[in-house]
């Protein structure tokens, strides 16, 4: 396995090149970038050495910094808590475009809280409430939700929540697990070994947490309030059914630069 601090002393700044050819010798495609965002992050020679060794050794580049970029904010992220992903931004994309005066936020399946965050960003002034079920995910999203104002809650969906938003949600982002069960073997190294299965696993079709958001949505929305989830291509027909079921109108938005689909359901 490469490493760049074997032969440099630690007081000596790596330089770009080194790291570039260790993490490209380690696979990674966009070494350079990499690179660059290691330099820039690492406040010693000794911790930008110390962070390409982990990288190398395969962890994911915004665990090795300890951030990632989502719409323009810098949302912290720690071992153990699901990595929010750029596809995601469509979903906040969607969700601005459906609900632009939204004044009560939730964002369910919180994870770093990334999604509640950036659209607490972009509304301004909102009351926003994020939930995960996971201790972990809870303790790293009270960082990133408390600096736009919001609230985190831990707890089985819905469970989580004040029972005071019932009736009052203009955005509902549920941004669930969707892989199926036994496609979990098929994600990249990088999820499978350094993501939490809960927060990927969505049972034998992927869809079984949908369907419990689908089912419950209903009740917290305010009239006119949407309920917005991430699924793949080939989901879309059942969980446009599963918001369809309960009394939602149901609509998908794509985005093929992305690779993204996101269901919207809203309250009538």
Known sequence: MPSVSSSVPPSVPPSRDALVTALRTAGCVFAEDEAGLILATARTPAEAAAMVERRVAGLPLELVVGW??????RIAVAPGVFVPRRRTEFLVEQALERAPRAAVVVDLCCGSGAVGAALAHALGDVELHASDIDPAAVRCARGNVAAVGGQVHQGDLFEALPVALRGRVGILAANVPYVPSDEIGLLPQEARDHEPLVALDGGTDGLDVLRRVA???????APGGCVLVETSRHQVPAAVEAFARTGLAARLAVSEERYAHVVTGVRQ
Request: glycine share 8%; aromatic share 16%.
């Open 68 to 73: 990632a970029e989502f719409r323009g904010l």
């Open 215 to 221: 089912a419950e949505a209903p009740r917290w929305l």
